[in-house]
Structures are given as C-alpha cells and as structure tokens.
C-alpha cells in the first residue's frame, strides 16, 4: 500500500500550494505507474540543532589549520570597522547563490532541465529557496543539496586558510552550518535503502525533504 501524504499542519503559501497541487498530480501518475510513495523529511528544530552539529564538524579542523598558521597576526591587520560588514554583506549575497547553485546541479538530471527549477522567498522566515518539479535519481539529488556548501563552505574555508584571510574564512564557516538541512537530508537519503529497483525522488512540497517514489522494474 502507498504511503498517505501529509495533510498539511499550517496555511501554506500561494507558491507552495502550487506545488502542492503539481505534486499532487505528479503523484497520482507515479502511483498510476506502478510506485510507492515513502516520505524522506526533517523537522526544522532537528535541522537547526543537530544539522548544525554535524556541519559544524569541518569547520573545527579547518579553524585550527587557520590559526596553526597565521596565529593571531590576522588580528591586527584587520580591524577597520567596515572589514566585517563587508564580509558579512559578503555572506548574505551568497545566500542566494547557494539557492542557485542547488538549482544548477539539480538540473541537469531534471526532465526539463532549469525549467522544472524554481526559486523563491519566505518572508516569514526571510529565507530564498530553490526546489526541483520533476524526479532525480539519488546520485544527481545528493551532488545538488551538497555542492552549495562544498562549494561555499568547504571551499571557501580552504581559499581563507591559504591566503589567511579572517574575514574570508567567517564566510566559509557560515555557509558551512547553513548547510545544515542540506546534509541531514543527504545523510537520510544515503541511509535510506529502496526494496524496489526503480526510484526516484522528489523534494517535498512544504515540508523540509524529499519524497522517494519506488517500484520494481
């Protein structure tokens, strides 16, 4: 028996709605096809709090390669008062470049390509998004929700320990922990092991995850 979707526990917003009602329809053919449906989600506490610690786990050898060879000279060098708040204006524009980034790698495995990726903003939340309409298969979906910290994170810490940048290695370390849902997700997918040979998943339509669609082929 497929698994029941969610009804949904709050209003949803006019875009998610309408992906809502893609999905839904989206849905319908995969069960008329042959899948079952198998919900693969994260509470957002859960995101925040142990996403985080396990983001954070790069972040700790990166800080003591950082300071094992610069020290503290950095210090000095960089105390003019607009140094981190241009950084930090720094870290708020690759908030999006991180949506888009998502959106990039997940398209080349979507049917349509860049016109089955959407982004948007939650003005509660005050947060951008990047989603995908059509199903992945588990390889292209992982590479997409790692490469934004990868590339913003990981990178970046690695870009500031060579050139001892302070402010750059900030950077890199925010937008590793915004990772944080990323790779929970990515640890869930990983974890998650299909009885049928055919799968494919699609990101939830307001909830924070993905939904995996399974049948034998």
């Known amino acids: 028996m497929a698994e029941q979707p969610n009804i949904p526990n709050r209003k949803l917003t006019k875009a998610e709605q309408e992906r809502y009602d893609a999905f839904l329809k989206r849905e319908e053919k995969l069960l008329e096809a042959g899948y079952k449906r198998k919900d693969i989600i994260i509470s957002i506490i859960t995101a925040n709090l142990l996403g985080t610690l396990v983001a954070a786990i790069p972040c700790i050898p990166a800080a003591i390669a950082f300071f094992a060879i610069h020290g503290t000279e950095f210090v000095d060098k960089q105390k003019h008062p607009l140094y981190m708040v241009g950084y930090l204006l720094l870290f708020v524009a690759l908030i999006f470049v991180h949506e888009m980034i998502h959106g990039l790698f997940w398209s080349i495995g979507a049917e349509n390509h860049l016109k089955d990726i959407r982004f948007g903003f939650v003005v509660q939340y005050l947060t951008p998004y990047c989603t995908c309409s ?28 060579i050139f001892g940048n302070v402010g750059l290695f900030v950077v890199g370390v925010l937008h590793t922990l915004a990772g944080a849902g990323d790779i929970l997700i990515i640890i869930k997918l990983l974890a998650y092991k299909s009885k049928g040979k055919d799968v494919v998943f699609i990101d939830h339509p307001y909830e924070c995850g993905l939904v995996a669609f399974e049948k034998d082929a």
Not at 139 to 144: C, E, K
Not at 149 to 157: E, N, P, Q, T
């Open 134 to 161: 059509s199903p992945l298969k588990k390889p292209i979906y992982t590479i997409g929700t790692f490469m934004p910290m990868f590339i913003l994170g990981i990178c970046v810490m690695i870009v500031s320990i």
